[in-house]
């Protein structure tokens, strides 16, 4: 019996035409990372579990895709006389999990890495993560991350070029965007001044869900918490902040006046501002102390992205995380890193209306095929073709012309070469542009110079 053809929930696949739009944003983010000094790595896509518990905080933990043992140790949790034991047992033989992201596993990497790799080290890496979510729009549980990292700086101009790393990518794709940054050490001193610093991070997880349920809602969950009354004092405070960015920080200073902590984030946040706007780097960044990204392991400036104009939650965000490494034993090798999530940032794109742009030439040919004799005769010329770096292709079979015109339009192929016996004869060929439907007659000399890079800028015309 066949079984049904179906996919598992929050996992999709990518369909050709997805793929051009999606290769396009990676080209991109690629590029704008090599601008910058950053080198590709890539790690496994399992870790061991004890790599990745504990670093996310409680709720991430939860959502950690976790790997069922195999062989001999899984027999042993079915032969279990009942269900609390088989728990026990999968529990204690529970190893290797998928990544959750892909800033701890850099951390491990460092750590296993560090006499091979040049700090402060820069890299980016483009792949796969899994999350036991539940889908919904924008929300996958396989969704790839675009990252950045710098580890080995505590210089605040890694902030600053995060900031102009993203502001440079999505004005390549002509996305608009805001850029929200907060620092832990403010909100730490402001959970300082009002007595709540030794529930920071319950404070912190039930204030990251501030857009998403209202004040009304973080003001129910700290109370359900049991979280001190000053919680629910240091929320108000951090809801009334308006105002540009500097009146924003004045106003800070002056509440955050006794606090040590709370004074050095405010100094940093002061540094990244003035130094975006000398950069003109710093239009859409807005600080927002409503931002907590209640992961763990963040230690000062966090960061966020959100598309203008669309309800898709974030397409980036990350932070600088000083004390990561030393999980895995190495101690002083501060970090930051920032993240783009690709399927949101193409979901973005496709609500907005925006796709990638044509390029100049296509270099997308199809040639007909009128019979074998003149497929061979085709193939030498689309191998001239292909060394030129265009994309070619011969129609596979000798079947009706309307049937391969048709494939070339569905396929957004630009031209296509007519090559029939007498035009082999003649050594003139018939090419068809398919966007302007207009055809011309070309030798062979005339064809690969027309269409030679390195020799026009306007290939379709010549």
């Known amino acids: 019996m066949a079984s049904k053809a179906s996919l598992p929930r929050g996992t999709r696949d990518i369909l050709p035409n997805q793929m051009i739009q999606r290769e396009w944003i990676m080209d991109s983010l690629k590029s704008s990372f090599r601008s910058y000094g950053f080198q590709a790595i890539e790690t496994p896509a399992m870790e061991k579990l004890e790599t990745l518990t504990g670093k996310y905080g409680e709720e991430g933990d939860r959502l950690i895709f976790k790997l069922l043992p195999r062989g001999e140790k899984l027999e042993k949790v079915f032969r279990a006389e009942d269900l609390n034991s088989a728990r026990e047992k999968l529990n204690r033989n529970l190893e290797e999990a998928l990544r959750y992201d892909l800033t701890v596993p ?43 990292d710098v580890i080995g700086s505590k210089s605040l ?47 912190t997880v039930a204030l990251d869900k501030l857009d998403k349920i209202g004040l009304a809602g973080v003001q129910k969950e700290m109370t359900e918490k049991d979280l001190p009354e000053g919680a629910l004092k240091a929320l108000e405070l951090i809801h009334n902040l308006k105002g540009d960015n500097r009146s924003i920080l004045n106003t ?68 600088r995380y000083d004390d990561l490494t030393s999980i895995f034993g190495l101690k002083n090798m501060p970090g930051i890193g920032i993240s783009f999530g690709l399927d949101r940032i193409q979901l973005a794109l496709e609500e907005k209306g925006i796709s990638c742009p044509e390029d100049e030439f296509s270099g997308d040919f199809l040639f007909v095929n009128f019979g074998e004799k003149e497929a061979r005769f085709s193939n030498k010329l689309a191998k001239q073709l292909r060394g030129l770096g265009l994309k070619v292709e011969l129609y596979p079979d000798a079947t009706k012309m309307k049937k391969q015109l048709d494939y070339a339009n569905r396929k957004g192929i630009r031209f296509v070469l007519l090559i029939g016996s007498e035009e082999m004869e003649q050594g003139i060929f018939t090419l068809k542009d398919m966007k302007e439907g207009s055809q011309r007659k070309l030798g062979t000399i005339e064809l690969l110079e027309a269409f030679n890079p390195s020799q026009s800028q306007d290939h379709a015309k010549h």
């Open 106 to 148: 850099l951390a491990r990497f460092v750590v296993q890495n560090q006499n091979e790799i040049n700090f402060p080290f820069k890299r980016y890496q483009i792949q796969p993560v899994w999350r036991a979510d539940r889908p919904a729009k924008g929300r996958y549980r396989e969704f790839y991350q675009c990252d950045a």
């Open 157 to 203: 101009w890694q902030e600053v070029d995060f900031i102009g790393l993203y502001s440079e990518v999505f004005a390549k794709l002509g996305l608009p965007i805001e850029i929200k940054m907060n620092h832990r050490k403010v909100l730490q001193g402001i959970t300082e001044k009002y007595g709540v610093n030794e529930h920071f991070g319950a404070f």
């Open 252 to 319: 800070l200073k002056e509440e955050l006046a006794e606090t040590e902590v709370g004074i050095q984030g405010l100094g940093d946040l002061n540094f990244v501002v003035e130094a975006c706007a000398d950069l003109n780097i710093g239009a859409a960044l807005q600080l927002d102390f409503t931002l907590a990204r209640g992961l763990d392991y963040y230690t000062g400036a966090i960061f966020e992205v959100k598309a203008l104009d669309l309800d898709l939650g974030s397409i980036g965000g990350g932070g």
